[in-house]
């Protein structure tokens, strides 16, 4: 459970981390609306690396306000962050208004280490003593304590900010206070708003009574949808102090009751009221159709870390999107890289603010890529449209386009984007050049269609072809001088007979049987179209076997060439009955043999 | 008669004098590109290009050149014209290999039947002019042979059999030479000379991208339209690229 001290005696101002080694002096006053006759905070803070305040700070004349005590409370606080002594030292100095009007605190002057600062003026309030309040009847009771849930608006769009905050209203001191049931806010997105500790009283006058009112929730809330929606009410239990009733008024004004120490203490549980807001949808004209909810008042900026990069080289881009109103219901960008890059998967990171009652911010988002190719790239502006609730209008802005001028880079440095047997293949190089060449210009087409090659292709083919045709025509001329003699070959056998007969009778046998001789072979050798000249008896026996001639017949035809060779060399040539004998048998083989044949 | 000859000389001094011999502009190229002014030694080779047709020597030089300034894809066009011209040489197959590996499209080409691929490896082993020769060489050997076995009865025993043999290389070399001559004539290839290459649609800039190419990627062209080509990758996609995207091999 959380406990909230509402009012210091003497307040501890911490040293914030100071950087830089510069003396800040500041003054400060726990609240600027004050009661006529309340007392009141004034410090006077000094911090820096290297304080050393000599003496109390001097306060200036003061008007319609009066010091209560001559001599300060003084703290000091000694932090050391990374090594670096930070100091501060402040004074506060009770003071009590005494006029109503507004007052103005000087400049106060602070010496330290020899050298003199001023802080800034302050102005406060000084608001005069509630009337009923004076009234003793009226002047605290735990009826003037009550606790609610306000809201900026009653009506607003989807998207739209609505500020809600819970305050506890009171004319007696409440000393603390603890949340029992803190509401919780379906259909909207919330963002609690810090609050400033001490949490201040703000003066209200609610049906003319004044009341000292303490802001202790402060929520920005963004409706998700359209409709009535409610906040469920918010508890909290106070602890209050019921000032004594019957004190003598001369007592009054001495002991104010918040210094009052002796009030009766009084614990109650206060139940907010429900808030309802009426949310309505955004009008549906004009919508652009890349509206991804933005309501409020945005801008873009886009930025590319370089334009000028290598392959292989990152490029960042970064979108960055600010404004007023739901900045998280920003969609991520369209990645504006394409296959050409090796991507990474977008960075976002967004940032609220709250200053004031405004929940504004930044998203960013951020691209990284890795080009793979050289050209020139343009990335293209970004555009976001919103709504805007004062204009009641869709609006947008743009961001310029960004060109990218990639070069090619090293192939080493690309190797991220190579397979390992790639980069294995890239760490050899290419052979080298030729240093020679043998015939630099061609002049000439290629070999086929030059006209040596028609020539050598065709002129043999020619030459060919007229020695096949000129061969067959010398066989067509054998083939007929063999066709003729065999036409001739039996009138040729039996002229030759008449012949031999005619030289048998005229016993010239010498002369005959050389007839009877070339009779036989010439007949052979016209049937079978050979030259007749050196026939071999071999020779002509295998031929005639080739062509299926009768043995017998071949045995006769070789026993009268060898008959007539006998009769030719032999001298044993005149038996007449003998050479009738050789004729009629040699006449008959020649006749049966032209048959044959 | 006597004028004109010296005009002509004096024309010819004045043409040797503006223009540089193709071979010192190789040379001075070369050292370029030893002294690693790999820009410079790109010019002076392109140079040697706008004097008409080079040998392989001179784009596979301007390959390296272009890998050295990390234009991957002008390196793989100029690493696959040398490849045209010599198919086998194996230092052109190395870079070519190795400038591939930086490249950003590692298309999938469907991979082939196993003997398709050896057919493939056969057909591109040798270059057109190579084969050309070996061509006329084996045809001239194979119109010889026949000639002896019209005339000659008797031959060697093992004639038949060079005859047989000559007849298979010759019918197995004229059939790599057509249909190498009838792939160059009909299939133009392309390379993607841009870094990035938005391929569309339709032949129109506003056209749907269908997809994106970058440099060095390999593709084939179907047909043309004023400012734009009809490409075909590989694996069966189809698009239209501006011309100045691509270079033709």
Known sequence: ?597 | MIRIFVWLSLAASAISQVSEAPESVFERAGELYRTKRYAEAEAAYQELLSHGNVSYEVYYNLGNSCFKQKKYGYAVFFYEKALRQAPGDEDIFFNLELTRAHLKDQIIIPPDFFLFHYYRLALYFFSIDTLAIAVIVLWNLLLLMLLIKLFFQHRPRLFNFALYGIVLIFTLSAYAFVARVYIDSTKEEAIILNGVCDIKSEPDPAAATVFILHEGAKVEIRSAADEWFEIRLVDGKVGWVRRGDVGIL
């Open chain 1, 1 to 597: 459970m959380k406990t909230y001290s509402f009012f210091f005696i003497i307040n501890f101002y911490f040293a914030a981390a100071l950087s830089g080694q510069t003396i800040r002096c500041e003054a400060t006053v726990d609240r600027t609306t004050i009661e006529a006759g309340e007392t009141f905070t004034l410090s006077v803070e000094v911090s820096g690396d290297d304080v050393d305040v000599r003496g109390i700070p001097e306060l200036p004349a003061l008007k319609g306000i009066e010091l209560l005590y001559p001599n300060p409370g003084e703290s000091t606080s000694i932090q050391i962050i990374n090594g670096r002594k930070s100091e501060s030292k402040s004074f506060q100095f009770f003071l009590r208004a005494s006029q109503t009007g507004r007052w103005t605190i000087p400049p106060i002057k602070v010496h330290n280490a020899g050298t003199e600062y001023q802080t800034q003026p302050i102005t406060i309030e000084v608001v005069g003593k509630n009337s009923s309040g004076n009234a003793g009847s009226a002047f605290g009771s735990e009826a003037d304590v009550f606790f609610a849930g306000v809201a900026s608006k009653k009506e607003a769009y989807v998207g739209e900010q609505v500020m809600v905050e819970f305050r506890i209203y009171s004319r007696v001191p409440v000393t603390q206070y603890s949340p029992t049931k803190v509401p919780n806010f379906p259909g909207f997105w919330a963002e609690e708003f810090p609050l400033k500790e001490p949490i201040q009283a703000e003066r209200v006058t609610i049906n003319g009574k004044t009341y000292s009112s303490y802001t202790i929730k402060r929520m920005a809330v963004f409706p998700t949808h359209s409709g009535s929606l409610k906040i469920e009410p918010a508890e909290i239990e106070c602890e209050l102090r019921i000032p004594r009733k019957n004190r003598g008024g001369l007592f009054d004004d001495f002991f104010t009751p918040f210094n009052d120490p002796f009030g009766e203490v009084v614990t109650k549980k206060f139940l907010s009221d429900t808030i309802r807001i009426r949310v309505n949808e955004l009008p549906s004209q004009g919508k652009p159709s890349d509206f991804s909810g933005l309501v409020g008042t945005f801008d873009v900026k886009t930025t590319v870390d370089k334009t000028q990069l290598k392959t292989g080289e990152a490029v960042l881009y970064r979108v960055e999107i600010y404004g007023v109103g739901n900045i998280k219901s920003v969609d991520a960008p369209e990645n504006p890289f394409n296959e050409e890059f090796e991507k990474y998967p977008v960075k976002s990171s967004d940032e609220i603010l709250k200053n004031g009652n405004v929940v504004s911010g930044k998203k960013i988002f951020e691209f990284v890529a890795i080009p793979r190719t050289s050209r020139m790239y343009e990335i293209p502006g970004y555009t976001v449209s919103y709504f805007n609730p004062e204009t009641k209008k869709y609006e947008f802005q743009s961001s310029p386009s960004h060109t990218l001028t990639i070069e090619q880079g090293s192939g080493m440095t690309a190797g991220g984007s190579l397979s390992k047997e790639e980069v294995a293949l890239i760490a050899k190089d290419i052979r080298f050049i030729k240093t020679s060449a043998e015939n630099l210009m061609i002049t000439r087409g290629p070999v086929y269609t030059r006209w040596w090659f028609i020539l050598l292709w065709l002129g043999p083919l020619g030459l060919t072809v007229v020695a096949f045709v000129y061969q067959r025509y010398q066989a067509q001329q054998n083939a007929d001088i063999v066709k003729l003699k065999y036409r001739k070959a039996s009138p040729m056998a039996k002229k030759r007979l008449n012949q031999a007969e005619k030289l048998m009778k005229a016993q010239k046998l010498d002369t005959f049987y050389t007839e009877v001789a070339k009779t036989l072979t010439g007949l052979i050798a016209d049937k079978l179209g050979i030259p007749e000249a050196g026939l071999m008896t071999d020779t002509l026996v295998s031929m005639l076997r080739e062509k299926k001639i009768d043995e017998q017949l071949i045995g006769d035809y070789i026993t009268c060439l060898q008959l007539c060779d006998q009769a030719r060399f032999s001298f044993d040539r005149n038996v007449p009955e003998k050479v009738e004998s050789v004729y009629e048998r040699i006449r008959e083989t020649i006749f049966n043999m032209d048959k044959a044949l």
